[in-house]
Nanobody
Framework: QAQLVESGGGLVQPGGSLRLSCLASGRTFSSNTMGWFRQAPGKEREFVAGISWSSGSTRYADAVKGRFTISRDNAKNTVYLQMNSLKPEDTAVYYC???????????????????WGQGTQVTVSS
């Protein structure tokens, strides 16, 4: 059974950095778009970043563009989200997700992703 497990969350001061990891097991997602979403209390889950199967394309939400970087290592079945210059409004549970479609474009829509991790908490506060 396919499983995505996030790690790397925690408490960080404004302006700090964190690196999230998402390890896939049970199957390979090397041919699938991978994405990161986040959900703050009382808010809907929102797209943060996505990366194509070949790493040839990436896409970011306007709110994180220039501060976050998504990458993947297909040999390790792992996707990363490097988060720099963190702000209090980045506080949320961050989820890793995989699109079931192979060799597809990067969707920002929640329903396009079929596999989800359990989430990791990121708190930005002084």
């Amino acid at each position: 059974q396919a499983q995505l497990v996030e790690s790397g969350g925690g408490l960080v001061q404004p302006g700090g950095s964190l690196r999230l990891s998402c390890l896939a097991s049970g199957r390979t997602f090397s041919s699938n778009t991978m994405g990161w979403f986040r959900q703050a209390p009382g808010k809907e889950r929102e797209f943060v970043a996505g990366i194509s199967w070949s790493s040839g394309s990436t896409r970011y939400a306007d709110a994180v563009k220039g501060r976050f970087t998504i990458s993947r290592d297909n040999a390790k079945n792992t996707v990363y989200l490097q988060m720099n210059s963190l702000k209090p409004e980045d506080t949320a549970v961050y989820y890793c997700a995989a699109d079931r479609r192979m060799f597809s474009g990067i969707s920002t829509i929640y329903s396009a992703y079929d596999y989800w991790g359990q989430g990791t908490q990121v708190t930005v506060s002084s």
